[in-house]
């Protein structure tokens, strides 16, 4: 069982929670990308509420969160993601489409759907691995689905042959 409870919406840009709104314009001005209204395939929004951890869980956990957001949006060449946690404050990561790998599964935990994405995030120089945790709502299956046409549409993942071409 996740210590959260997750809920996702595909919604626009502009329904997005205020801190994610403006993080996501700063982002798309820094980086060039244009229009965050009109230059987006699909957006989603996640909400993340703490469960209550008890007592030992509140001592073993530390500080985290009670509640966050967590929006995703796909473009034509790019995945964004941003993050606002009511203690952490708001994070916004990118990454090209043509230098990540995704992944969607369902964990087994929570029951959650969770999007790894591994690759150069960021423009960082390391290949970079990790999730995106959302609710198991149809939107994040729907946001998942789309991201890995995307990905696999502008970088196909690689032929691979097990063994040589055997000849008779």
Not at 75 to 95: E, F, K, P, Y
Not at 119 to 128: A, L, M, Q, R, V
């Amino acid at each position: 069982m996740s210590g959260y409870i997750r809920t996702t919406r595909e919604c626009s840009v502009s329904q997005l929670h205020p801190s994610l709104l403006q993080a996501i314009h700063e982002y798309f001005q820094t980086h060039q990308l244009g229009d965050p209204d009109t230059g987006i395939q699909m957006c989603c929004e996640t909400v993340s509420e703490k469960r209550d951890p008890g007592k030992l869980g509140e001592l073993l956990e530390g500080n985290p969160d009670t509640t966050s957001q967590l929006a995703t949006l796909l473009t034509a060449d790019w995945l964004i993601w941003a993050r606002n946690g009511d203690r952490s404050g708001t994070v916004v990561s990118g990454a090209r489409l043509k230098v990540i790998r995704v992944k969607a599964f369902v964990s087994r935990r929570s029951k959650d759907l969770q999007l790894e994405v591994s690759g150069f995030i960021n423009d960082s120089k390391e290949y970079i691995r990790g999730n995106l945790e959302m609710g198991p709502d149809l939107a994040a299956q729907r946001f998942c689905e789309q991201v890995g046409q995307a990905v696999s549409k502008v970088n196909p993942p690689p032929n691979r042959k097990f063994f040589g071409s055997i000849s008779g």
